[in-house]
Each structure stands twice: as C-alpha cells, then as structure tokens.
C-alpha cells in the first residue's frame, strides 16, 4: 500500500504541473492539445543540456525557454496568424514527439533513449520499511508540486491578472471594455503553461528517471488535458484530477508487478484507461463550468469581423 | 452634410471629435463626423439601423481607431482606440451588449474594469466586497456583490453597467442603446437615473431608437444618416418633431411594399393556432410552462406582454416545435401538431420571427440566398426532379431582398455581414411569404430603427386584414396595445390576465409584474 501511495505521488506529479499548465491555457480560452508536445519538449532539453552542462539547474532553466519559445510560437499561429487551436495544437505536440526524436539521433547519435547521471536532487532517500516509503526518494519538483499548485489557485483566483485573464478568455468583449487585450493575454498563459510543462517533462526525465526515452510522455499531455476538465478548469480540482490519474497509474504499475500471474497483463494495462473514461464520464457532470471560457475560443475560431 | 452648431458653451467641449471617419471593407460606417458636445448635458444621438450611431459610439469610447480624425476629450487628445487613454481622461462607456463576464461575481467584475496598472496585484474576497460595498448600495447592497452576473437579472446588469462605468470616478458616460432590453418601468428609472447623474455635472451620451425616449430625457439631439451627421446637436427644444424625422430618414425615402398573403377561402373565423393545457420544462433562463391555453383566431392579432424570462422563450420555442412539450397539445389550424417535428409545421403555414435573430433566425455563416430560401427547400412542391437551379433560387432571394429592401453587396456573402435592421428584413422577407397562416413575431421590432418599426408593424397589421393570425410577443407595451385586437400577460410560466382595447397600461403593468393574479 506504501508502495502504491508512493508511486502515486511519483506518477501524478508530472500530471499535475503539466495540468495546471492546462488549466492557464484553458482559463485564457485555448483548448490546448499541445500540452503533450511542450511536456516531451521539456523532458528533453532538460536531459540534453544537463548532460552537456553537468548542471540540471542549467537543464531545466533551458527546458522552461525553449518551451515557452515554442509557446510563443504556438500563439502566432493560433492568434495573429488565425490556424485552427485543435490543429496547431496537435502539431505542436507532432512536432515535441518527432522533433525530439530526432534530435536524440542528430545530436546524441542515440536511438531510444539518453541516460544522464545528472538528476534532480531528492530531499529524503533511503527510507525502505513503514509509512515513510510514501515520501522516500521524491525529487524535489514533487515536493514543490503543491506550491506550485496553490501559487497557481492565487494567481487565477486571487489576483487582478487572473480577472483579465478569465474575462479574455469567457467574454473577450469585456476584456476589451476594461482596456485588455485578449491576445496579449492569450500569451501570457501559454507563456506560463509552457514554463509549466517544462517542468512537468524535467519531473519526468530527471526527477523520476534518468534518462530521456523517445515518446516517453506516452499520453500523459492528453491525460492532463483530461485532468483539467475533469477538474472543472479549477486549479486545485485539476491538481485532484491529476492525483487521481496518477493513483489510476500507480495501480497499474503495482499490479503488473504483483498480480500479472492470474489477470492477463494487458486487462491491467487498461486499468488507467477505464478510470479515465469513468472520470470522464463524472466530469460531465460539471459541464456547465467547462462552457465558461467558450467565448474566448470561438473568438479564435472566428476573430472579429 | 454637417451642420454646424454647438451652442456656445462654457469652457471645453466636453467630448470633441474632428472628421472621424472608419470604414469596413468598402462600408463606409462614418465619414468626417465632427461634434462638439457641452459639458453637463444629456446629448441624445439618434438614426437608422447602420446610421453608425454604434461605430461612432465606440470611436469615443477608444475601442475602435478611427481611419482619420481625432478625439479629445476634456481638452485632452486621445490616442485612437485607446481605451485606458479615454477612460483615464473620464469617459464610460455602457454598451449595447453587455459587457460584463457571465461567470464572474459582481465583485469580480467590478474590479476587473477598476484595476489599474500599479494596484496591487492581489486581493482578498472581503477586501474586494468592502471596496464596492458603496458603490452597489443602490441595486442591492453588499448581498448583491457575490452573485454570479449571469444571475441578474437584465435591469440590475444594466444599473451595474452604469455603476461599473461611475465607479472610475467618469464626468463623461456614453450608453449605447440602454433601453433596447427594458420594460418600460425600468426605462423610466433609467431616465432618472441620468437627470440625476446630470445634477452632478455628468456629461450624458446616450443613442437612442425611439423619438418618445429622446423627447423625455435630453436636452440636445443629433443625427447620423448613412454614417454621417445630418443634423445637430441641437437644443431639443429647437427642433420640431417632424423636423428630426426627416432628418433621421432622409429624403424621398421610397415606400415598403404592403405585404399580401393569401387569405385561405373560408378561413375566417376559423382558429388557427391552439394551445390546450400546455406545460414545458423549465430552460436555464425562463421558469417551464405551467398549463398554458391560448388560441389565435383568423384575423387577429393576440399580444402576449410580460416581463423578460417569464416564459416568453418557452412560449415561442414550443409553438415552433424546438422544444418538447411535457403536457397538453398543440394545434395547427384544427391538427395536433404536438409532437410534429418543426419542418412539418413550418409546411403547415406557422411562420417564425424569432426571439434572437442571429443566433436562431439566420445561419449565421451561409449565403444571404440560402438563408433567404430556407422555407423554399423545405417546401413539398412536386418535381419531377427532387433538384433545385441554383441561379433561380439566387434570382428569387434578390428579388425578395430587394422587396424588402435588405441592403447587401451579393447574395453569396455570409448572412452575419448584415446589420441587425437588415438582418431582421430578411428573416421577415423569409417568413412573411406566400402560404402563411400564423406568424408567431417575438420583439419583431426590437433594435429596429423608427422607419422599419412602422414597416414591420404595417406589415402585420396587412396580415391581419389578410386573415392571416398573429401572435405578437414583445416587451414593449406601446407596441402591443397599437397593434393587438387582445393582449394577454404572462407571469411565471402562466396566462395570468387577458385584456381587450382600450387598454389599461396600469392594470397590464400590474399583471406582468405579478401583482394583480
């Protein structure tokens, strides 16, 4: 049960930070299904430049630019230039998968995977018995995941940024009205979703691994986006959602590795899944909430005339 | 073209603007409007539907950057479509459409349109509640500051508006067609509200539709026409009524056709539409219906009155057949048509003006051809061919349109393009053909500049004397009592009185508001 508890923090944590990258983007009225792309962007450059640096500060901090950079990016084609949301957004995610891909080989000469010795640092280790395995050998981006959570629920719900953020987002004519461009809120979230996906994809990488795999997001940008509807667009439901999610996961990973011998593995794997669609199915039920920053999108989808 | 005017004014105009002109796309909404408004006034601005009263509006207010011309305001030049810059300078603005975000609380909102660069960047929930707490004073107190704006209802979203808008201390308020959604008591409160804030030296700017409402609360009057200023501002008392008329329409304005249906033989006194115990579920915004009996006879107009989001929608929706009836039936010229999919009606002669005219009565992206021929394609002519000519059914919708005189550039371009008068002239170009037998007209009138009005309403009187049935629903009293042969009020869901010529404003008043059962 420790066990599981523990792997469920070490599972759910990337979820979260990368959901409540979501939530941001949501908030400002993007539906965005680049979550995934900007996740494996982040993981990458985060091993790539601590291996080469030996600093994963150094790592991290170049994770967070390149995709905010990629953020900015995203933003010029879904606002000036007027593409598709959903479109851009899973080219973006294309581009994360394959981009990085291709880069493991190009600069790495790799193909599969990158291991690096340089991790992030974890803050209590060694515990093996007692409920102190739940909290043993989380890096420190675990233990920072509900600061950053409750910063997150400050910033949306409890400042004057928030306000304009959600006015762009559910009703950009009132934005416009108080003297806020829309746009130009529309990147300040995906600035901030993309910092947090950065760290969601380092959490991956060098807090609970060593290494860089290719695709090693598996889904899990797609799972948060899951997360934050499920989480009714709220900071701290997203981050339940996530912990849920994760705790889904956990038990996939310790039933395969205590019960494969009686349940066919592939029954277990599907595990995760079926709760997603049971969660799915349950956040429906707070769908009133989830209409809220339709405005903001269809002003994307259709821009003023 | 301009008059030159403005009466000598001490000091600073307070609101000035010199050869503003914008156009959009090869619409020209306003060309050199220049105007001098005195400080302390109510400045009434009146025209037709696309006369650019809403385009000049927000020149002032800094939301659109003008092609050419500039604005001062207090003296002050402001830099074009600057809103920070316009506000910072003491000019508000209440708009058309409300502007407030539906999910957020009063406080919220309130503090949006407040915050300031330099505030400080958080808040606490009984931080915000003790700042507006004075300001709402007059709409309900501190009790008011944590409901959600989509929980309004419309008059207090409208006082908000103007609260919201004094809050940042303005000398000068713009509001944009306030009255468009307003029972008459609340128009009147509005009015008062205004002179009171003129007591305190507020500029007022306010575009109205309505000669009556100009009369009653300014003191100067202007005119746009074809986006341009015809006329003032003028002391009201000035100028004649007739005078302001001609100036709102123009000259040798040609007349509307009279519209013509086909009586059926033998229809008269014949009831077309029956409504028998009809009972609805309740919508998000509007109570359900509650055992509704009604009936339209050949030849009469009934007028339904009542107050916004007493079941009006549900009323209109579930005559249309959009929404599903829980109890009771409904008859169509002698056929129970309860559970009969709309198209059926439809070929049944029900005709619909619709409550909210660009989200149910055009789409909104299709060609003006295609919007204007729907009944035509759902129509059970025999062919032999279950084909359509493309070019005859363009012909046809250009010559229905230019009938009604819709103005329109081609018939492919997107129905949304047109203005909301225009837009009205092709839903009713639509409807108001051959094969009508009951139109069901929710605020046919609403928005609709004073020429169209009058068009719309002899429009339906012609029906009437045609045999065909009316059933007139509308916010505006005068409107119902001018044109309905009876008018029944709803309350909560319910037909609660019934009143016949001559009527008693007082009395109807009394009903819609639940006071008399």
């Known amino acids: 049960m420790e066990q599981i508890l523990a792997t469920t923090l070490r599972s759910a944590a990337p979820l979260v930070l990368v959901a409540t990258a979501g939530v941001f983007a949501f908030r400002a009225g993007i539906f965005h299904l680049g979550l995934e792309g900007l996740m494996i962007t982040g993981a990458f450059t985060t091993v790539a430049v601590a291996e080469a640096t030996g600093s994963v500060e150094l790592g991290i901090l170049a994770a967070i630019g390149v995709c905010m950079a990629l953020s900015a990016v995203y933003w010029w084609v879904i606002g000036p230039l007027g593409a598709n949301v959903i479109i851009a957004g899973l080219g973006l995610t294309s581009i994360g998968l394959g981009g990085t891909a291709f880069a493991l080989g ?40 509900p600061l950053i959570v409750l910063a997150a629920w400050v910033v949306l719900r409890r400042s004057r940024f928030g306000l304009r953020l959600a006015a762009a987002g559910e009703y950009p004519f009132a934005a416009r009205t108080a003297g806020v461009n829309p746009s130009i809120m ?9 910092a947090l996906c950065a760290l969601g994809g380092a959490e991956l990488s060098v807090g609970a691994l060593h290494n860089f795999t290719e695709n ?18 709220h900071p701290i439901g997203a981050a339940f959602a996530g912990l849920f999610f994760g705790f889904a996961d956990a038990i996939g990973i310790q039933s395969q590795i205590n019960i494969t011998e009686r349940v066919p593995r592939e029954f277990v794997l599907m595990i995760p899944f079926v709760l997603t669609i049971f969660a799915v199915w349950l956040g429906g039920l707070w769908r009133r909430r989830s209409l809220e920053a339709e405005a903001g999108y269809a002003e994307l989808r259709e821009p003023d005339y | 073209m301009t008059v030159p005017s403005s009466p000598a004014s001490a000091g600073v105009p307070a609101v000035r603007c010199r050869s503003l002109g914008v156009s959009f796309g090869s619409v020209r909404a306003l060309h050199r409007v220049s105007l001098d408004l005195a400080p302390g006034r109510i400045h009434a601005l009146v025209g037709q539907n696309g006369a650019g009263k809403t385009t000049l509006a927000k020149v002032l207010g800094g939301l659109q950057a003008p092609d050419t011309g500039d604005v001062h305001i207090a003296g002050r030049e402001i830099p074009p ?50 700042r507006w707490r004075d300001d709402v004073a007059e709409i309900g107190g501190e009790a008011v500051l944590s409901t959600r704006i989509r929980d309004l209802p419309v008059e207090t979203r409208q006082s908000l508006e103007i609260v919201r808008a004094m809050a940042a201390d303005a000398r000068i308020l713009m509001l944009d067609e306030p009255t468009a959604l307003l029972t008459p008591a609340a128009i009147d409160a509005l009015f008062e509200r205004l002179r009171r804030l003129r007591e305190d030296g507020v500029t007022i700017l306010v575009v109205l539709h309505k000669l009556r409402e100009v009369a009653a609360v300014a003191d100067t009057v202007s005119v746009l026409r074809d986006g341009e200023l015809v006329l003032g501002p003028n002391e009201m008392s000035e100028v004649s009524q007739g005078r302001l008329s001609d100036a709102i329409v123009g000259p040798a304005s040609q007349a509307d056709r009279a519209v013509g249906v086909e009586a059926a033989p033998g229809a008269e006194q014949q009831t077309l539409l029956e409504l028998a115990r009809v009972s609805s579920r309740a919508s998000a915004f509007e109570p359900g219906l509650g055992g509704i009996d009604l009936s339209v006879e050949a030849g009469e107009i009934v007028g339904i009155a009542g107050v916004e989001g007493n079941g009006q929608r549900s009323l209109v929706s579930v005559i249309a057949g959009l929404n599903a009836v829980t109890e009771g039936s409904v008859l169509l010229g002698g056929t129970d048509v309860t559970r009969a999919p709309p198209a059926r009606r439809r070929r049944r002669g029900l005709r619909l003006v619709p409550f909210d005219r660009n989200s149910e009565g055009i789409s909104r992206r299709a060609p003006l051809w295609l919007n204007q021929s729907a009944l035509r394609l759902i129509g059970r002519r025999r062919r032999r061919l279950p084909l359509i000519s493309l070019r005859q059914y363009k012909r046809q919708a250009a010559t229905e349109m230019d009938q009604w005189r819709v103005r329109y550039d081609a018939v492919t371009q997107p129905a949304e393009s047109l203005s909301g008068g225009n837009v009205q002239r092709l839903i009713l170009s639509r409807e108001l053909a051959p094969g009508l037998q009951v139109l069901v007209a929710a605020q046919p009138t609403r928005g609709l500049d004073f020429s169209a009005t009058s068009f719309v309403r002899r429009s339906l009187r012609g029906l009437r004397d045609a045999g065909a049935g009316v059933l007139l629903v509308s916010s505006d009293l005068d409107e119902l009592f001018e044109l309905s042969d009876r008018v029944l009020v709803i309350y909560g869901g319910r037909i609660v009185a019934g009143f016949e010529a001559p009527y008693e404003r007082r009395a109807v008043g009394d009903a819609m508001t639940g006071a008399r059962r």
């Not at chain 1, 529309?186 to 993309?194: D, F, H, N």
């Not at chain 2, 479509?81 to 708009?95: E, F, I, Q, S």
């Open chain 1, 106 to 145: 190009a600069i790495f000469d790799r193909r599969g995977s990158l291991f690096t010795d340089v991790v992030l640092p974890r803050p209590v280790s060694g515990i093996t018995s007692g409920p102190g395995v739940i909290v043993s050998e989380h890096s420190i981006l675990v233990w920072l995941t």
């Open chain 2, 81 to 130: 479509g600057d809103v920070r810059a316009a506000r910072a300078a003491g000019l508000a603005m209440v708009h058309q459409h409300f502007s407030l975000p539906p999910s957020f609380t009063v406080a919220e909102a309130l503090e949006l349109t407040a915050a300031r660069p330099g505030g400080r960047p958080l808040y606490r929930r009984n931080e915000l509640h003790r």
């Open chain 1, 186 to 194: 529309r990147l300040q979230a995906l600035l901030i979703a993309g």
């Open chain 1, 216 to 233: 090693m997001t598996n889904g899990r940008g797609f799972i948060a986006f899951v997360a934050v509807i499920f989480g009714a667009w």
